[in-house]
Protein backbone atom coordinates (compact mmCIF):
# COMPACT_ATOMS: atom_id res chain seq x y z
CA UNK A 1 0.00 0.00 0.00
CA UNK A 2 1.12 4.03 -0.29
CA UNK A 3 2.37 5.48 2.54
CA UNK A 4 1.28 9.25 2.05
CA UNK A 5 2.56 11.41 4.97
CA UNK A 6 0.59 14.94 4.76
CA UNK A 7 1.35 16.04 8.83
CA UNK A 8 4.30 17.64 8.52
CA UNK A 9 2.66 20.61 10.81
CA UNK A 10 2.70 17.57 13.74
CA UNK A 11 6.50 16.85 13.24
CA UNK A 12 8.55 16.23 10.46
CA UNK A 13 10.92 13.71 9.47
CA UNK A 14 14.62 13.60 10.61
CA UNK A 15 16.55 14.54 7.70
CA UNK A 16 19.22 11.83 6.54
CA UNK A 17 22.05 14.33 6.47
CA UNK A 18 20.97 16.11 10.32
CA UNK A 19 21.00 11.97 11.72
CA UNK A 20 24.93 12.20 10.02
CA UNK A 21 26.04 15.23 11.36
CA UNK A 22 24.65 14.56 14.97
CA UNK A 23 25.98 10.53 14.83
CA UNK A 24 29.45 11.67 16.03
CA UNK A 25 28.61 13.09 18.92
CA UNK A 26 26.78 9.68 20.31
CA UNK A 27 29.46 8.22 19.96
CA UNK A 28 33.39 9.12 20.22
CA UNK A 29 32.61 12.99 20.38
CA UNK A 30 30.39 12.42 23.87
CA UNK A 31 31.70 14.33 25.87
CA UNK A 32 29.88 16.57 28.53
CA UNK A 33 30.69 20.33 27.05
CA UNK A 34 30.94 21.50 30.68
CA UNK A 35 33.90 19.08 31.09
CA UNK A 36 37.34 21.11 31.16
CA UNK A 37 39.23 17.84 29.21
CA UNK A 38 39.37 17.42 25.41
CA UNK A 39 35.74 15.75 25.38
CA UNK A 40 34.73 18.35 26.96
CA UNK A 41 36.52 21.25 24.73
CA UNK A 42 35.29 18.95 21.52
CA UNK A 43 32.06 19.29 22.96
CA UNK A 44 31.75 22.78 23.80
CA UNK A 45 33.14 23.92 20.35
CA UNK A 46 29.91 21.91 18.79
CA UNK A 47 27.42 23.61 20.66
CA UNK A 48 29.06 27.10 20.45
CA UNK A 49 29.36 26.90 16.53
CA UNK A 50 25.50 25.94 16.45
CA UNK A 51 24.47 28.71 18.46
CA UNK A 52 26.47 31.00 16.80
CA UNK A 53 24.66 29.39 13.44
CA UNK A 54 21.36 29.72 15.12
CA UNK A 55 22.18 32.99 15.96
CA UNK A 56 22.96 34.22 12.28
CA UNK A 57 20.09 32.06 10.55
CA UNK A 58 17.58 35.15 13.38
CA UNK A 59 19.56 38.06 13.50
CA UNK A 60 20.42 37.50 17.03
CA UNK A 61 23.33 37.55 18.99
CA UNK A 62 24.66 34.12 20.03
CA UNK A 63 24.22 35.25 23.57
CA UNK A 64 20.64 35.32 22.98
CA UNK A 65 20.05 32.11 22.62
CA UNK A 66 18.80 29.50 25.07
CA UNK A 67 18.81 25.83 23.96
CA UNK A 68 16.07 23.97 25.66
CA UNK A 69 14.40 20.68 25.34
CA UNK A 70 11.79 21.79 22.59
CA UNK A 71 8.92 24.31 21.80
CA UNK A 72 7.02 23.62 25.02
CA UNK A 73 9.44 24.43 27.26
CA UNK A 74 10.34 27.54 25.11
CA UNK A 75 6.98 28.64 25.40
CA UNK A 76 6.70 28.05 29.63
CA UNK A 77 9.72 29.43 29.49
CA UNK A 78 8.73 32.85 28.03
CA UNK A 79 5.56 33.36 29.82
CA UNK A 80 6.53 31.69 33.30
CA UNK A 81 9.92 33.46 33.46
CA UNK A 82 8.71 36.88 32.14
CA UNK A 83 5.51 36.78 34.57
CA UNK A 84 7.61 35.67 37.50
CA UNK A 85 10.16 38.60 36.75
CA UNK A 86 8.15 41.31 36.40
CA UNK A 87 5.43 40.61 39.01
CA UNK A 88 6.37 44.04 41.04
CA UNK A 89 5.93 45.95 37.79
CA UNK A 90 2.64 44.48 36.85
CA UNK A 91 0.30 41.58 36.85
CA UNK A 92 -1.28 41.47 32.64
CA UNK A 93 -0.38 39.32 29.98
CA UNK A 94 -2.14 39.25 27.17
CA UNK A 95 -1.98 37.03 24.50
CA UNK A 96 -4.53 35.25 21.77
CA UNK A 97 -7.05 33.22 21.46
CA UNK A 98 -5.57 30.75 19.46
CA UNK A 99 -2.60 30.16 20.61
CA UNK A 100 -1.24 26.69 21.05
CA UNK A 101 -1.22 24.75 24.22
CA UNK A 102 1.75 25.54 25.29
CA UNK A 103 0.56 28.91 26.04
CA UNK A 104 -2.73 28.39 26.94
CA UNK A 105 -2.20 26.24 29.73
CA UNK A 106 0.65 28.21 31.42
CA UNK A 107 -1.54 31.36 30.75
CA UNK A 108 -3.93 29.60 33.03
CA UNK A 109 -2.24 28.47 34.80
CA UNK A 110 -0.62 32.08 35.68
CA UNK A 111 -4.33 33.07 36.21
CA UNK A 112 -4.50 30.44 38.82
CA UNK A 113 -1.81 32.40 40.41
CA UNK A 114 -3.13 36.00 40.20
CA UNK A 115 -2.33 36.92 37.20
CA UNK A 116 -4.76 38.61 34.85
CA UNK A 117 -4.80 37.42 31.46
CA UNK A 118 -6.41 38.93 27.90
CA UNK A 119 -7.40 36.52 25.27
CA UNK A 120 -7.56 38.87 22.18
CA UNK A 121 -10.10 37.38 19.80
CA UNK A 122 -9.43 36.90 16.19
CA UNK A 123 -11.44 37.54 12.76
CA UNK A 124 -12.47 35.26 10.71
CA UNK A 125 -9.34 34.61 8.98
CA UNK A 126 -7.51 33.83 12.38
CA UNK A 127 -6.12 37.36 12.35
CA UNK A 128 -5.37 39.51 15.40
CA UNK A 129 -5.80 43.23 15.12
CA UNK A 130 -3.18 45.54 16.28
CA UNK A 131 -6.33 48.02 17.54
CA UNK A 132 -7.75 45.17 19.55
CA UNK A 133 -4.20 44.64 21.18
CA UNK A 134 -3.71 48.44 21.87
CA UNK A 135 -7.09 48.74 23.42
CA UNK A 136 -6.55 45.80 25.85
CA UNK A 137 -2.95 47.45 26.91
CA UNK A 138 -3.01 48.75 30.91
CA UNK A 139 -0.14 50.19 32.76
CA UNK A 140 -0.29 46.96 34.49
CA UNK A 141 0.46 44.97 31.27
CA UNK A 142 3.93 43.00 31.42
CA UNK A 143 3.75 40.60 28.52
CA UNK A 144 2.28 39.72 25.22
CA UNK A 145 2.56 37.17 23.57
CA UNK A 146 0.85 36.42 19.88
CA UNK A 147 2.00 33.08 17.67
CA UNK A 148 3.67 34.04 14.67
CA UNK A 149 1.50 31.17 12.76
CA UNK A 150 -0.89 28.99 14.10
CA UNK A 151 -0.64 25.32 13.58
CA UNK A 152 -3.74 24.61 12.99
CA UNK A 153 -4.97 26.85 10.37
CA UNK A 154 -2.00 28.09 9.10
CA UNK A 155 -3.02 31.90 9.58
CA UNK A 156 0.12 34.01 9.40
CA UNK A 157 0.05 37.26 12.40
CA UNK A 158 1.17 41.16 11.67
CA UNK A 159 4.05 40.42 14.09
CA UNK A 160 5.97 43.11 13.35
CA UNK A 161 3.35 45.43 13.86
CA UNK A 162 2.27 43.84 17.17
CA UNK A 163 5.65 43.83 17.74
CA UNK A 164 6.10 47.12 17.22
CA UNK A 165 3.07 48.33 19.76
CA UNK A 166 4.54 46.48 22.53
CA UNK A 167 7.73 47.89 21.73
CA UNK A 168 7.05 51.51 21.95
CA UNK A 169 5.04 51.01 25.25
CA UNK A 170 8.31 49.47 26.57
CA UNK A 171 5.92 45.66 26.87
CA UNK A 172 8.13 42.61 26.42
CA UNK A 173 6.93 40.63 23.46
CA UNK A 174 6.98 36.86 22.52
CA UNK A 175 6.87 35.01 19.70
CA UNK A 176 5.74 31.53 18.99
CA UNK A 177 7.39 30.39 15.57
CA UNK A 178 7.55 26.66 16.31
CA UNK A 179 5.60 26.79 13.21
CA UNK A 180 7.67 29.30 11.02
CA UNK A 181 11.42 28.82 11.95
CA UNK A 182 12.72 27.18 8.61
CA UNK A 183 10.07 27.49 6.79
CA UNK A 184 9.63 31.38 6.05
CA UNK A 185 12.76 33.96 6.91
CA UNK A 186 12.21 35.33 10.51
CA UNK A 187 14.81 38.51 11.50
CA UNK A 188 13.94 39.12 15.57
CA UNK A 189 14.48 43.02 14.83
CA UNK A 190 12.30 42.90 11.97
CA UNK A 191 9.43 40.99 13.80
CA UNK A 192 10.30 43.52 16.80
CA UNK A 193 10.15 40.85 19.27
CA UNK A 194 11.83 40.16 22.46
CA UNK A 195 11.62 36.24 23.22
CA UNK A 196 10.87 33.72 20.19
CA UNK A 197 10.50 29.82 20.57
CA UNK A 198 11.74 27.20 18.18
CA UNK A 199 11.66 23.77 18.10
CA UNK A 200 13.88 21.23 15.96
CA UNK A 201 11.45 18.69 15.11
CA UNK A 202 9.19 20.99 13.34
CA UNK A 203 11.96 21.78 10.65
CA UNK A 204 13.69 18.35 10.05
CA UNK A 205 15.90 18.09 13.27
CA UNK A 206 15.81 16.03 16.28
CA UNK A 207 12.82 15.53 18.80
CA UNK A 208 13.43 16.84 22.47
CA UNK A 209 15.36 19.76 21.47
CA UNK A 210 14.55 23.51 20.69
CA UNK A 211 15.79 27.31 21.95
CA UNK A 212 14.34 30.24 23.65
CA UNK A 213 15.78 33.70 21.80
CA UNK A 214 15.77 36.18 24.60
CA UNK A 215 16.75 39.72 23.61
CA UNK A 216 19.65 40.87 25.44
CA UNK A 217 18.44 42.80 28.65
CA UNK A 218 15.22 40.99 29.14
CA UNK A 219 14.51 40.35 32.09
CA UNK A 220 13.12 36.07 32.75
CA UNK A 221 13.55 34.12 36.48
CA UNK A 222 15.23 31.55 35.92
CA UNK A 223 13.21 28.31 34.89
CA UNK A 224 15.52 24.92 35.83
CA UNK A 225 17.52 25.35 38.51
CA UNK A 226 21.12 23.22 39.15
CA UNK A 227 24.00 23.35 37.25
CA UNK A 228 25.01 26.76 35.88
CA UNK A 229 25.12 25.66 32.11
CA UNK A 230 23.05 28.41 29.22
CA UNK A 231 24.86 31.41 31.97
CA UNK A 232 22.55 29.78 34.36
CA UNK A 233 19.49 30.49 32.48
CA UNK A 234 18.36 26.85 32.34
CA UNK A 235 20.57 23.50 34.15
CA UNK A 236 21.24 20.41 33.12
CA UNK A 237 23.59 18.80 30.61
CA UNK A 238 23.67 19.95 27.43
CA UNK A 239 21.80 17.83 24.64
CA UNK A 240 25.21 18.30 21.98
CA UNK A 241 23.75 15.42 19.81
CA UNK A 242 20.05 17.35 19.41
CA UNK A 243 21.67 20.59 19.13
CA UNK A 244 23.95 19.74 16.59
CA UNK A 245 20.93 18.15 14.94
CA UNK A 246 19.38 21.32 15.17
CA UNK A 247 21.99 23.44 13.84
CA UNK A 248 22.61 21.00 10.62
CA UNK A 249 18.82 21.47 9.93
CA UNK A 250 19.22 24.97 10.18
CA UNK A 251 21.87 25.32 7.17
CA UNK A 252 19.93 22.90 5.42
CA UNK A 253 16.67 25.09 5.77
CA UNK A 254 18.82 27.88 4.68
CA UNK A 255 20.01 26.66 1.32
CA UNK A 256 16.20 25.22 0.27
CA UNK A 257 13.91 27.48 2.02
CA UNK A 258 13.18 29.73 -1.22
CA UNK A 259 12.55 26.77 -3.78
CA UNK A 260 10.38 25.07 -0.69
CA UNK A 261 8.45 27.84 -0.19
CA UNK A 262 8.09 28.16 -3.76
CA UNK A 263 7.14 24.32 -4.67
CA UNK A 264 4.74 23.77 -1.24
CA UNK A 265 3.06 26.79 -1.96
CA UNK A 266 2.03 25.76 -5.46
CA UNK A 267 1.07 22.33 -3.91
CA UNK A 268 -0.63 24.21 -1.62
CA UNK A 269 -2.67 26.30 -3.53
CA UNK A 270 -3.42 23.65 -5.98
CA UNK A 271 -5.07 21.73 -3.15
CA UNK A 272 -7.20 24.70 -2.21
CA UNK A 273 -8.36 25.42 -5.52
CA UNK A 274 -8.94 21.70 -6.40
CA UNK A 275 -10.86 19.98 -3.02
CA UNK A 276 -14.08 22.26 -3.56
CA UNK A 277 -13.91 21.28 -7.09
CA UNK A 278 -14.30 17.73 -6.57
CA UNK A 279 -15.68 17.87 -2.86
CA UNK A 280 -19.11 19.72 -1.96
CA UNK A 281 -19.96 22.00 1.10
CA UNK A 282 -16.32 22.49 2.39
CA UNK A 283 -15.35 25.57 3.77
CA UNK A 284 -11.43 26.98 3.73
CA UNK A 285 -10.17 28.07 7.24
CA UNK A 286 -7.23 30.09 7.95
CA UNK A 287 -6.50 33.33 6.01
CA UNK A 288 -6.75 32.76 1.59
CA UNK A 289 -3.22 34.49 1.13
CA UNK A 290 -1.65 35.21 4.67
CA UNK A 291 -0.75 31.62 5.64
CA UNK A 292 2.05 29.24 5.85
CA UNK A 293 3.32 28.00 2.09
CA UNK A 294 2.94 24.11 3.44
CA UNK A 295 -0.77 24.08 5.08
CA UNK A 296 -4.42 23.46 4.01
CA UNK A 297 -7.17 23.34 6.46
CA UNK A 298 -10.73 22.66 5.28
CA UNK A 299 -14.40 22.02 7.25
CA UNK A 300 -16.09 19.20 5.54
CA UNK A 301 -19.52 19.72 6.37
CA UNK A 302 -21.55 16.92 7.87
CA UNK A 303 -18.64 14.65 8.80
CA UNK A 304 -16.62 13.82 11.47
CA UNK A 305 -12.91 14.37 11.08
CA UNK A 306 -11.96 11.85 12.96
CA UNK A 307 -13.50 9.20 11.04
CA UNK A 308 -12.01 11.32 7.77
CA UNK A 309 -8.63 10.75 9.67
CA UNK A 310 -8.99 7.24 10.09
CA UNK A 311 -10.42 6.21 6.36
CA UNK A 312 -7.56 8.17 5.18
CA UNK A 313 -5.35 6.80 7.40
CA UNK A 314 -6.80 2.93 6.03
CA UNK A 315 -5.54 4.41 2.62
CA UNK A 316 -2.27 4.79 3.82
CA UNK A 317 -2.66 9.07 3.70
CA UNK A 318 -2.09 10.59 7.29
CA UNK A 319 -3.35 13.84 8.27
CA UNK A 320 -4.91 15.56 10.79
CA UNK A 321 -8.35 16.71 12.16
CA UNK A 322 -7.47 20.34 14.37
CA UNK A 323 -4.27 19.40 16.01
CA UNK A 324 -2.73 16.43 17.82
CA UNK A 325 -3.35 17.56 21.04
CA UNK A 326 -7.05 18.83 20.36
CA UNK A 327 -7.86 15.13 18.22
CA UNK A 328 -8.15 12.53 21.22
CA UNK A 329 -10.31 14.87 22.95
CA UNK A 330 -14.44 15.60 22.40
CA UNK A 331 -14.01 19.66 22.41
CA UNK A 332 -13.72 20.95 19.32
CA UNK A 333 -10.21 22.92 18.45
CA UNK A 334 -10.75 26.15 20.32
CA UNK A 335 -8.66 27.69 17.22
CA UNK A 336 -11.68 26.58 15.02
CA UNK A 337 -14.34 27.79 17.58
CA UNK A 338 -12.45 31.36 17.90
CA UNK A 339 -12.49 31.91 13.69
CA UNK A 340 -16.27 31.30 14.32
CA UNK A 341 -17.22 27.97 13.15
CA UNK A 342 -20.44 26.63 14.85
CA UNK A 343 -19.29 22.35 16.72
CA UNK A 344 -20.21 20.64 14.09
CA UNK A 345 -18.25 22.58 11.21
CA UNK A 346 -15.60 22.36 13.82
CA UNK A 347 -15.57 18.80 14.45
CA UNK A 348 -15.48 18.21 10.54
CA UNK A 349 -11.97 19.72 9.99
CA UNK A 350 -9.42 18.55 8.20
CA UNK A 351 -5.98 19.80 8.15
CA UNK A 352 -3.13 18.87 5.50
CA UNK A 353 0.41 20.02 5.91
CA UNK A 354 3.06 19.35 3.28
CA UNK A 355 7.18 19.03 3.50
CA UNK A 356 9.99 18.52 2.15
CA UNK A 357 9.41 15.30 1.13
CA UNK A 358 6.12 15.95 -0.10
CA UNK A 359 5.54 14.98 -4.19
CA UNK A 360 3.15 15.57 -6.69
CA UNK A 361 2.19 12.56 -7.17
CA UNK A 362 0.85 12.44 -3.08
CA UNK A 363 -1.23 15.21 -3.48
CA UNK A 364 -2.69 13.52 -7.18
CA UNK A 365 -3.57 10.27 -4.69
CA UNK A 366 -4.52 12.84 -2.01
CA UNK A 367 -7.36 14.56 -4.65
CA UNK A 368 -8.26 11.17 -5.92
CA UNK A 369 -8.80 9.22 -2.65
CA UNK A 370 -10.59 12.19 -0.73
CA UNK A 371 -13.76 12.94 -2.33
CA UNK A 372 -14.59 8.75 -2.02
CA UNK A 373 -13.81 9.04 1.50
CA UNK A 374 -16.46 12.22 1.76
CA UNK A 375 -19.03 10.30 -0.21
CA UNK A 376 -19.12 7.27 1.29
CA UNK A 377 -19.01 9.05 5.30
CA UNK A 378 -21.95 10.98 3.85
CA UNK A 379 -24.00 8.48 2.99
CA UNK A 380 -23.71 6.98 6.68
CA UNK A 381 -24.57 10.18 8.07
CA UNK A 382 -28.03 11.27 9.47
CA UNK A 383 -26.94 15.32 9.12
CA UNK A 384 -26.18 14.74 5.85
CA UNK A 385 -29.35 12.69 5.21
CA UNK A 386 -31.40 15.47 7.11
CA UNK A 387 -29.66 18.51 4.55
CA UNK A 388 -30.00 16.63 1.10
CA UNK A 389 -33.04 13.85 1.93
C1 LIG B 1 4.64 21.73 17.97
C2 LIG B 1 4.35 23.06 18.55
C3 LIG B 1 4.73 23.41 19.86
C4 LIG B 1 5.35 22.40 20.79
O1 LIG B 1 6.69 22.11 20.44
P1 LIG B 1 7.37 20.77 21.01
O2 LIG B 1 8.80 20.89 20.58
O3 LIG B 1 6.65 19.63 20.39
O4 LIG B 1 7.23 20.81 22.50
C5 LIG B 1 4.46 24.68 20.30
N1 LIG B 1 3.86 25.57 19.52
C6 LIG B 1 3.49 25.31 18.26
C7 LIG B 1 2.85 26.36 17.43
C8 LIG B 1 3.71 24.04 17.73
O5 LIG B 1 3.32 23.77 16.48
Known amino acids: MKKI ?21 YFERFGNASSLHAYGQEAKKALEDSRQTLADFIGAKPEEIVFTSGGTESDNFALLGAAYALEKKGNHIIT ?65 QLGKIAKEKGIYFHTDAVQTLGHIPINVDQLNVDL ?69 SALRDRLIKEIPLKVPEVR ?43 SSSL ?28 RESDIDYFLEKLPLVVQKLRAMSPLYERKNP
Open 96 to 160: SAIEHHAITEPAKFLEKKGFKVTYLGVDKDGLVSGDDLKKAITDKTILISVMHANNEIGTLQPID
Open 331 to 358: EPSHVLLAIGLDHATAHGSLRITLGRFT
Open 5 to 25: YLDYAATTPTDPEVMAAMEPY
Open 196 to 264: LSLSAHKFYGPKGVGALYIRKGTRLETFLRGGDQERGRRASTHNTTGIVGLAKAIELCQKTMESEIKFQ
Open 284 to 326: LNGHPQKRLPNNVNFSIKYIEGESMLLSLDMLGIACSTGSACT
